[in-house]
C-alpha cells in the first residue's frame, strides 16, 4: 500500500520541526551544538551511504563530486552547526522561523548567479522577509531570546539552506539524493570536527542525537523525496512551510516559548513570503497560430 504523497510531506515537515527540539534536548544534556551537528552528519551520513550501497546508486565523480564535497562544507557544515547555534542562542522556534529566510535568498541568488529575472513577485518577497525579521526582532517573546547572534546564525542557516537549490536543481536529477547525502555527509561531518568539543554523554543524549539522525535527517529526506516524485513542487512546498509552525507548537508546549504578538506577525511575513516565492509562475500564453 502506497502512502498518499502529500502525507509523505507532511510527515517531513513534522520530522523537521523537531529538529530543534531535540537539538534543544542534547544541548540540555551537556551536548554542544557543533556536537549534536556532527553527530547529525555522521550518523545520518552512515544511513544514506548504507542506503546507497543497498539500492547500488550511482555515487557522484570527478567534478560532481568535488561540488557536493563543497556543497557538503556549506550545505552541512554550516547549516547544521549554524542551526544548532540558533537554537542555543534564540530557541528552537526562532531558529525554525528564521530558516525560512531561505526562499527569499534563493531569489537573490538566481538574481545575482543564474541571472534570473527579480519580478515584482520576488520583490514583494523578499521585502516581507526583511520586515518579518525586524518585527520579529522587535517583539521578542517569552523564552526566546532575540540577540545579534541568535538573528545572525538563523539567519546564515537560512542562507545556507537555500544552497539546497542551487545544488539540487543541478544535481537532484543527475543522481540519487540518498547517494548524494552518502557524500555530502560525512563530508560536512570532517568540515565540523576541528570545532567539536567533545562531552561524555548521558543516554538521554544520545537518544536526542539518533533521533536527529534517524527521524529528521534520514527519514526525513527520504520521505520528501519520495512525495516529490508524485507530487508538484508548489504543492509540496506549501506543506512542508508546516515545519516553523509544528516547532513553534512542540517549543512553547515543551520549553514556554511563545514569540510575542508583534513577533508572531513578523514569522507571518516571513513563512507568507515563503509561500508567495513557491507559487510556480504561469507561463505567458502563446500566440495562436494557424495549424494547415
Known sequence: ???????????????????GILGKNAQAAGVGPLEVAFWRAVLGGSLFALHSAVTRSSLPRGRDL???AAFGLAGVSVFYGSYQLAVRAGGASLASVLLYTAPA???LLGWALLRERLGVREGVA?????TGIALISLGGGQGVNVTAAALAWGLTAGFTYSLY?????????????????????????????PFVEFSPKTTAAWGS?????????????SAY??????????????????EPVVAAGLAALLFGERLSPTALLGA???????LLLSVEKRPAPEPLTQVE
Do not use: Q
Open 268 to 274: 507571518g511575513l516571513v513563512i507568507g513570503a515563503a
Open 209 to 221: 542525537l539518533v533521533a536527529i539522525a534517524v527521524l529528521s535527517t534520514y527519514l526525513a529526506y
Open 165 to 193: 537549490y542551487l545544488y539540487g536543481k543541478a544535481y537532484f536529477t543527475r543522481y540519487a539524493p540518498t547517494a548524494l547525502y552518502a557524500v555530502a555527509l560525512p563530508v560536512g561531518a570532517l568540515g565540523l570536527l
Open 105 to 107: 535568498f534563493v531569489a
Open 66 to 68: 568535488l561540488v557536493t
Open 126 to 130: 523578499v521585502a516581507g522577509t526583511l
Open 225 to 242: 523525496s519520495a512525495g516529490l516524485k508524485h507530487l508538484p513542487a508548489t504543492r509540496a512546498s506549501v506543506i512542508a512551510s508546516l
Open 1 to 19: 500500500m502506497r502512502v498518499p504523497a502529500p502525507l509523505l510531506i507532511l510527515l517531513a515537515a513534522v520530522l523537521w520541526g523537531l529538529l
